[in-house]
């Protein structure tokens, strides 16, 4: 019986890093498709920009993307007024211009965006959080405004 034993424990040690070596093989195979899919929008002509929304916190999963095209506007309701904008900015998000008399409550309720990407072959790489709606869309105009279903009424 004590032979029977000793020859469990080598499948017990096997069954513990089955996991372990599963979630290795997954990480590793999954590596080549991120690539993969970086090198493609990296081969997108023109400027693009991947863009994200993020409302709440950093454990938020209110999140929100897009990937915007410029030649011709495209990706999101107001993509001819955000390319309009990246256009004059020269891509810098920066220097967007927004709309800097717009008055915006104090109501904290954060907004985290990001873009990525290329404008004119120099690459994007922009992250930045607001107080509020109000402040990114006063600061950034249309660019981040993924969820509009039209244009703000003047």
């Not at 220097?95 to 985290?112: F, I, K, M, Q």
């Amino acid at each position: 019986m004590t032979h029977f034993l000793n020859d469990l424990r080598p499948a017990k040690a096997v069954r513990r890093a089955l996991p372990a070596a599963a979630a290795l093989l997954l990480a590793v195979g999954a590596a080549p498709a991120l690539a993969a899919s970086r090198d493609a929008a990296d081969s997108l002509p023109g400027n693009w920009l991947e863009l994200t929304v993020t409302r709440g916190d950093s454990r938020s999963s209110d999140t929100r993307g897009t990937l915007l095209l410029c030649d011709p506007p495209q990706g999101h309701s107001r993509a001819a007024e955000a390319c309009d904008v990246l256009a004059r900015a020269g891509g810098d998000m920066n220097a967007v211009a927004g709309d800097r008399s717009r008055v915006c409550t104090l109501l904290y309720a954060p907004v985290n965006v990001r873009a990525q990407g290329q404008w004119n072959g120099r690459p994007v790489d922009y992250r930045h959080t607001f107080g509020n709606d109000c402040e990114r869309e006063a600061m950034t105009g249309a660019v981040f405004a993924l969820d509009d279903d039209q244009a703000p009424e003047v």
